[in-house]
């Protein structure tokens, strides 16, 4: 048994085994729980992508993953703040059954899917020198990559288009929530003032209002 | 690189406009009159139509290919003839703007840039020629479009359209990717050519393309408001500021339209779906037959103009979708012909009646207040008699009355269909006709509250600024100029049809549809096509494979 193939069984056993922490009645009790369970399953995908040698998408996973994204959701929790009684048990309904029914069949499909593609052999080597999937070859095979580097390269040269628009999208994203959040409610030459009812979100009498233009610092 | 920035400069004008305003605005006293960004904004769209015609006329002459980077955007007719269309739109947008929004409280500098950073998203999902840059040039139109619908912040009807138009794009765009994921599953690409050559090959699994097809599909429907997916339209319509509502009806739609027959032309049609052509035009025909007629009807129940125009371009969006059908019917039918120029011709009638219907209707947004009824149309013909004129063409145009615009676009799209498939769609296309003359009652009854009702007593006040008369303008003349000189239009339009690159229009070029049996990765899939520029370091190029020794 190679080392690769006890990693793999261990983190694919820790990612199963977290993921069904976090649903279980008694430990899903506390959502906090399940966010933690949550982290430690992103953990070990990362793992299994790291032996799948996509080391950047490996290390994107617990940064962006594991820790952003994670922390939102502890922080919404915590602001949430569910008392245990407060959470509804799980309520089976036509669309929840038939959502899972879906799920099961494209799992199925899957499967059926990977085993075609192995070919049906005995193992399919993933180590870097192999080029080859089931029969299939790949030209240019696992040289590096995966790597940081070979996702680097591919993001400035042949998808260098799609990069930069998606930092256009962030601006964009940013901006329209600045304005729709931050931005305050003093009007430009408005003949009438606002309705009074929603004074309240004015976060500033008028006189102040000039100076909060950009929102807080 | 330098020809790469050539060809997208037209996009190029839109962001460097879009940044500019943000920049600048931050500088400006928050006191300041912010009316003259939309005289700049119209410049800048007006840069970019002109960049736009001016590849289009001297990009032959210059010897210019088509692709800009590394295939990722392709600048040719096609492409040039939206980003035109929709640069137009945008400019009407933006003179339509500025004393309707500083009277709604929300004229903003980040109003008119958000608004350009419409048009260029327009613009790179229209260009776009892998799936990845078509997504995130959708999602940047998109998110503008979320933003601008809810911009009115003190108005909860605004509010919440953004949100409910946001919520249900975003499952949209979900829909997209999950089918976009089964097609790069399918082929090993992103880019629409690789994919229609990697699909073109036999032993393609049906269920699974016919899956990708449905979501992505589904998806696009969404953003041009299709039947299931149609319940965002009226209140989205409604609740958004009116200039925004005009950019919707026009832009937004052309550009979704666009970019899903692009997407189903070159990326799928041809033998891409041999196994899907008996069941996909009969889909779209479908689809669109329903969506007209769901359109219309609801449209007669409406009070109100604005939602009246909503409906309204549901219908629409019914007719153009029986437009599509031409775009996947299947090429080795005898007597198959290649799509014409109806759809972008319809696309450009649409676009601009609607323009100047919600330019004519912004002009009732006086003192903050929105209401489009009976009672504030009444008299818009003697009191602003412009306004009223502009109001009622676009009527007439809309309705499909025989000298205007959308009467040779309906006709054009019936050329189209009829063709498919040696007339098998005739039903539908009578369904069209009779939609169309129910759709006359509520066109013409608007038309009637403009001119033929009793004045009531008090006059109401207008929205009465230069900048909005140049829209209201601007629309008038587009619609009088592509209504009398169609020809120049349609063949505009067919041009830009026949530029897409498909697998059978770059066939004698390079590529050649792969033999069976050949291994679906190992095609040189990824060299340039027409006239490379020397980029074989840019070129993802397969590399042979070596023992690799880095880990």
């Given at each position: 048994m190679s080392m690769e193939l006890i990693l793999f069984y261990v983190l694919g056993g820790g990612a199963l085994a977290f993921a069904a922490a976090m649903l279980l009645p008694n430990v899903g009790r506390n959502p906090i729980h399940s966010a933690l369970s949550l982290v430690g399953t992103l953990f070990c995908l990362a793992g299994l992508y790291a032996l799948l040698s996509a080391h950047l998408l490996s290390a994107l996973q617990i940064i962006v993953y594991a820790g952003a994204v994670m922390v939102l959701f502890t922080f919404v929790i915590m602001l949430l703040n569910l008392q245990p009684d407060e959470i509804q048990p799980v309520r089976l309904t036509t669309l929840k059954v038939a959502a899972g029914i879906i799920g099961l069949f494209v799992f199925g499909k899957l499967i059926t899917a990977i085993t075609l593609a192995a070919g049906g052999a005995q193992s399919v080597d993933l180590t870097p020198h192999s080029a080859a999937i089931g029969g299939a070859t790949w030209?240019?095979?696992?040289?590096?990559?995966?790597?940081i580097r070979e996702v680097g390269r591919m993001l400035y040269t042949t998808f260098l288009v799609p990069f930069e628009l998606v930092s256009v999208l962030l601006l964009v994203a940013a901006v329209g929530a600045v304005v729709l959040a931050k931005r305050s409610l003093h009007y430009i030459d408005a003949p009438t003032p606002p309705p009074a009812k929603l004074n309240r979100l004015a976060n500033k009498p008028e006189a102040a209002a000039t100076h909060d233009d950009h929102g807080h610092h | 690189m330098l020809h790469d920035l050539v060809l997208t400069a037209p996009l190029l004008i839109l962001l460097f406009a879009a940044l500019f305003t943000l920049v600048v605005d931050a500088f400006l006293p928050s006191s300041a009159n912010r009316s003259f960004w939309g005289y700049f904004g119209a410049a800048a769209s007006a840069a970019s139509v002109l960049a736009a015609a001016g590849l289009w006329k001297f990009g032959g002459a210059l010897e210019m290919?088509?692709?800009?980077f590394s295939h990722q955007l392709s600048m040719g007719p096609y492409s040039l003839f939206f980003i035109a269309l929709t640069g137009i739109c945008a400019m009407v947008t933006h003179l339509s703007s500025p004393k309707y929004m500083s009277e709604h409280g929300s004229g903003w500098g980040e109003y008119y840039a958000l608004l350009h950073f419409a048009a260029f998203g327009m613009g790179a999902m229209v260009a776009a020629e892998s799936l990845l840059t078509l997504f995130v040039g959708l999602e940047i139109m998109s998110m503008a479009i979320y933003v601008l619908v809810a911009i009115k912040r003190t108005s909860q009807a605004s509010v919440e359209a953004g949100m409910k138009y946001f919520i249900m794009g975003s499952v949209a765009s979900a829909f997209l990717l999950y089918g976009m994921a089964f097609l790069y599953g399918l082929s090993g690409s992103t880019g629409y050519l690789e994919i229609s050559l990697a699909l073109?090959?036999?032993?393609?699994n049906t269920l699974w393309l016919a899956l990708a097809v449905l979501l992505t599909s589904a998806a696009f429907l969404f953003k041009v408001a299709a039947v299931p997916f149609h319940m965002w339209t009226p209140d989205a319509y409604e609740g958004a500021p009116t200039p925004i509502t005009g950019l919707m009806s026009s832009a937004v739609k052309a550009a979704g339209f666009a970019a899903l027959l692009k997407f189903l032309y070159a990326c799928l049609g041809g033998p891409a779906m041999s196994s899907l052509h008996a069941q996909v035009p009969a889909l779209f025909a479908t689809i669109a037959v329903v969506t007209m007629t769901v359109g219309n009807l609801l449209a007669l129940t409406q009070k109100s103009a604005k939602r009246t125009l909503a409906y309204s371009s549901i219908a629409h969006a019914g007719y153009l979708l029986l437009g599509c059908v031409a775009f996947v019917a299947?090429?080795?039918?005898?007597?198959y012909q290649q799509p014409t120029g109806a759809v972008p011709f319809y696309l450009v009638g649409y676009a601009f009646a609607s323009l100047a219907g919600f330019s004519a209707l912004t002009v009732l947004g006086k003192g903050g207040e929105e209401r489009t009824d009976e009672e504030q149309i009444i008299g818009l013909g003697r009191n602003y008699p412009f306004a009223g004129a502009v109001l009622a063409l676009a009527m007439i145009s809309l309705a499909g009355v025989?000298?205007?615009?959308g009467f040779f676009g309906k006709l054009q799209l019936a050329r189209d269909v009829l063709g498919v498939e040696g007339g098998k769609y005739l039903p539908y296309i009578i369904i069209l006709v009779l939609n169309s003359v129910v759709s006359a009652y509520y066109y013409l009854r608007i038309t009637v509250w403009v001119y033929m009702r009793p004045e009531p007593k008090q006059t109401p006040e207008y929205i009465r600024e230069t900048s909005l008369q140049w829209a209201m303008g601007i629309a008038a003349v587009g619609i009088l100029l592509v209504g009398i000189l169609p020809q120049r239009a349609l063949q505009l339009g067919a041009r830009g049809v026949a530029s897409i690159r498909t697998p059978a229009a770059l066939q004698s070029l390079r590529y050649e549809l792969a033999k069976p049996g050949a291994q679906p990765v190992a095609q040189p899939v990824a060299q340039p096509v027409a006239q490379p520029l020397a980029k074989a370091a840019e070129a993802p190029a397969p590399v042979e494979a070596k023992p690799a020794a880095e880990n």
């Open positions: 030209e240019g095979g696992f040289n590096g990559y995966g790597t | 290919h088509t692709t800009a073109a090959k036999p032993g393609v299947d090429p080795n039918l005898p007597g025989p000298p205007t615009l």
